[in-house]
């Protein structure tokens, strides 16, 4: 398996190209530039070869993008059980639309359950909640390269997602935090800044101490 990081060049929010027999994209940025994004995303591949694209949460600075990707890619859309729906009705609030001027379109989404495995090709990616960031936020992990693909929900060097927008809750996402801290991590694929290869769950302890520091008082 083959992750790339494919940066929008309008917005900050990373998207994810996961290559293997099938080939899979993880979140879609803003969509203030779909077409250099779909650019972006042939140097590595046809975009048309991309059958599905996973939203890890249903904020606009990550789902903004969807519709036109997945028209580009003539892809699927996915999103968990508890996003799927604010991203039906184009939740302009829960989405964070609203509160960045932006208006997300009502999106065609199925949705994928906690638990459940993602094929592609001969690699599986697992699908983990970890609430707190949003309410059904998730994280992609695939055992063989040990790679996590984790949203917003913990960042490199320590940081973890904010939990005071909407969905969000502070108690869960220290939880969530500490559930990935059990789990062997090598690559750390975030949804913004850089990413890390080789001793991730470092950085993952690290986001776990700066968090459980807001649960001692
Ligand atoms: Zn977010």
């Known amino acids: 398996m083959e992750v790339r990081l494919i940066a929008d060049p309008g917005y900050d929010a990373n998207m994810y190209l996961v290559m293997s027999r099938t080939s899979i994209l993880i979140d879609t940025g803003t969509g203030l530039s779909p077409e250099e994004c779909v650019n972006a995303l042939s140097e590595f591949i046809d975009p048309k070869d991309i059958d599905r694209i996973i939203l890890t949460h249903r904020h606009i600075d990550h789902v903004g993008g969807a519709k036109a990707l997945s028209e580009a890619c003539d892809a699927t859309l996915y999103a968990s059980e508890d996003e799927a729906p604010s991203l039906r009705s184009a939740d302009q609030v829960t989405t964070a639309a609203r509160m960045f001027g932006k208006e997300l379109d009502k999106l065609e989404v199925e949705s994928i359950g906690y638990g459940d495995v993602i094929e592609i090709g001969t690699e599986e990616l697992r699908v983990i909640h970890t609430p707190g960031h949003t309410k059904g936020s998730i994280c992609l992990y695939e055992e063989g390269t040990k790679s996590l693909l984790c949203g917003d929900t913990v960042f490199a060097y320590g940081g973890v997602g904010r939990w005071d927008f909407p969905t969000g809750n502070l108690q869960e996402l220290v939880r969530s935090v ?9 690559n750390l694929y975030p949804g913004h800044g850089p990413v890390v290869q080789g001793n991730a769950h470092k950085h993952i302890q ?9 649960t001692l008082v």
Request: no cysteine.
């Open 178 to 186: 500490k559930s990935l801290t059990e789990i062997p991590v090598e």
């Open 206 to 214: 690290a986001s776990y101490r700066s968090i459980k520091v807001y």
